[in-house]
């Protein structure tokens, strides 16, 4: 029994024993691949935790999530369902650590590595006061996803001879007094007798690189990782700042063939036969009753299946290998013209629908007043969808671009892995296509092409800036007129179904097919159960109802609370990536949006007010 808790005493409290072990905090699954997958930071009560790396979970128990067309692009054998944690398992599966590892007490104010505390069976308390510890505010990152602390030592003794960490013998305090909000009244001090200083300045982009200060090349989330040379000027965070970490995500839906029928059964043991011949895989399906549940499927079915998938992997070992020497092989657009094909497609229901994870069929009313009002040439209503997510790594400073090259991304693990974690969204969605020749039409009038440069121009400086002197090719933007439109209407029908579909808006999602040949947007329910088809969005599909969100969403875009700034802004949004798009008219929940809320114009829906620029649903 562990001896009585003196503050409890002091407070008037029922004295109690200090628990020995301790479950760290619980999140959901589908949090460990969005929210807090590896290199992010947790709080959990008054402590702070970095979620390690996949290498170090526990996955003999999570199950596999299979999703073909995703896994060959993301070059893995699978995909895992972080593992949940089990009260009579010795592991919670998914392994932390201790991050920041600088702590300081509220009582006497020291600011020292956790372990100096000597904190009691390992709580966060400060041994001498019996206070909480609080884990520090501030930390360290560049570009390149490496994490260290902040350097309170050094910063407190700038300019001055002292050369090592603690060199001087003094112990760091650290004072807070909420007199203001600022930074100026966060002050650190050192018991050598240096000055003390306050955090103010520690923001700037070149403050560290100013004081000397250099990356480390720390992986801390990765057990027994060396230390990197890097380049990049650190700069500070705040421990809590949505900059600390962002996911680099990659998403499929699951459409026919691979959805369904042997190829879906196939896949799931695909790894075991892709290496074997025939006769094996005939041995092999029949010993361990692979087609058990499925008798309308025979040995030489799964065979051709084989083939094919392997036939698939090597076209995609192929596409690497152009890209690797200086091809543009655009993953995305890939995976995207696979699911637009099959969206324009009617996939009706079938009575041995069990298995069936893609049913899209058109509405049963004409759509012919879609066509004429409002240039939708085609509506499908998916009353069943499938959508896998990866998390294939994470960026730090600055969110992910097309610019991005593996260095500016951290990894997931020491080796390479051959599976990545991941969730499955059961759902539902409405997928509109427009007139092609009418957006054809459209797009090349030169107000809507001088609108979607200026967004073009910017979106491409900053991509420039992203790449530096590495001499690697800038990618191309996406601020094209077709783009920006799709995107923009994708934003306005989430905010209009918000309202009329029994879905707040950070529950749907956006889907854009806006390359060469590709005209549509799905909007679709991202619910990780099965409350994401419940026909709440599938109902708005229908022509008649359709026809009056589109008129409601064109009128609430006639007029903006920010207006006229927000219509008449040269640029808006971080790094001036929007035209005409702010918080009161266009923006979105992070969920919602699949480009992080940039490249939107609401000029493209309904013009300009001085008709110098047509809009496609009218001026």
């Known amino acids: 029994m562990s001896p009585d808790n003196p503050r409890r005493r002091r407070r ?22 969005t929210t807090y997958g590896v290199g992010a930071m947790i709080a959990v009560e008054n402590e702070s935790f970095l979620v390690r790396g996949v290498d170090s979970w526990d996955v003999s128990e999570a199950p596999l999530v299979i999703e073909p067309r995703l896994s060959r692009k993301l070059g893995v054998k699978a995909f895992r369902l972080p593992p949940a944690p089990d009260p009579d398992r010795a592991t919670d599966g998914v392994r932390a650590v ?20 000597n904190p009691p069976t390992g709580k966060a308390e400060c041994s001498t006061c019996q206070e909480s510890l609080v884990p520090s505010r501030f930390v360290m990152a560049c570009t390149h996803g490496h994490l260290e602390d902040f350097p309170f030592w050094k910063w407190v003794h700038r300019g001055t001879r002292s050369t090592g960490t603690g060199a001087c013998g003094g112990e760091l305090t650290f004072h807070a007094d909420g007199s203001t909000a600022s930074l100026r009244a966060v002050r650190i001090a050192c018991g050598c007798g240096a000055e003390e200083v306050s955090m ?35 700069r500070t965070l705040q421990r809590g700042s949505s900059s600390v970490w962002f996911p680099v995500m990659h998403s499929a839906l699951s459409i026919p063939p691979w959805s369904e029928g042997v190829d879906r059964i196939t896949a799931r043991v695909y790894d075991k036969l892709k290496d074997e011949d025939p006769a094996f895989i005939r041995r092999y399906v029949q010993v361990e009753n692979v087609l058990a549940h499925h008798p309308q499927y025979t040995p030489d079915e799964v065979v051709a299946c084989v083939q094919r998938m392997r036939a698939q992997e090597t076209e995609q070992r192929d596409d690497a290998d152009v890209q690797e020497a200086g091809g543009e092989v655009d993953a995305r657009t890939d995976l995207y013209r696979g699911e637009y094909d099959s969206l324009c497609k009617p996939h009706p229901e079938r009575e041995d629908a069990g298995d069936q994870e893609f049913v899209c069929e058109p509405p049963v009313a004409p759509i012919d007043a879609l066509r004429t009002s409002h240039g939708v040439e085609q509506v499908m209503l998916l009353k069943r969808l499938r959508e896998v997510r990866a998390l294939q790594s994470f960026r730090r400073v600055e969110e ?7 260095k500016r991304r951290g990894a997931i693990s020491l080796e390479e892995p051959d599976w990545l974690p991941a969730f499955e969204v059961s759902g539902e969605g409405v997928f509109l296509r427009l007139d092609e020749e009418r957006l054809r039409a459209w797009e090349e009038d030169a107000g809507v092409e001088a609108r979607a440069e200026r967004i073009r121009h910017n979106h491409e400086r900053l991509l420039r800036e992203r ?16 783009f920006v439109l799709l995107h923009t209407l994708a934003h306005v029908l989430i905010n209009e179904w918000s309202l009329d579909g029994g879905y707040p808006a950070a529950a749907l999602r956006e889907r854009l097919y806006a390359e060469e040949g590709m005209a549509g947007v799905l909007v679709y329910t991202a619910t990780s159960d099965s409350a994401g088809s419940l026909g709440g969005i599938v109902a708005q599909g229908n022509p008649d109802r359709l026809d009056a969100t589109l008129r409601a969403a064109m009128q609430r875009a ?27 008219c266009l923006l979105l929940p992070e969920t919602s949006c699949e480009n992080n809320n940039i490249l ?13 620029v047509p809009g496609f649903f009218g001026g």
């Not at 008037?12 to 691949?33: D, K, N």
């Not at 992910?400 to 593996?406: E, K, L």
């Open 12 to 33: 008037g409290l029922p004295a109690g024993p200090v628990r020995t072990a301790r479950r760290l905090g619980e999140v959901r699954r589908a949090q460990l691949v």
């Open 98 to 117: 201790r991050f920041p590892v600088m702590y300081s007490c509220p009582e006497c104010r020291l600011l020292q590595p956790f372990r100096k505390f």
């Open 200 to 234: 103010e300045g520690a923001f700037r982009r070149q403050a560290l690189k100013d004081l000397g200060i250099r990356c480390g090349g720390r992986r801390p989330w990765l057990k027994d990782a060396p230390a990197e040379a890097c380049d990049e000027s650190p």
């Open 400 to 406: 992910p671009s097309p610019a991005d090259g593996p």
């Open 467 to 482: 790449i530096g002197p590495s001499g690697k090719p800038v990618p191309t933007s996406q601020a094209a007129p077709r």
């Open 558 to 584: 006639r007029w903006c609370s920010n207006d006229p700034l927000c219509m008449e802004a040269e640029a808006s949004g971080a790094d001036g990536l929007n035209l005409a798009a702010c918080h009161a």
């Open 600 to 612: 939107l114009d609401r000029a493209t829906l309904i013009g300009t007010p001085d008709l110098r």
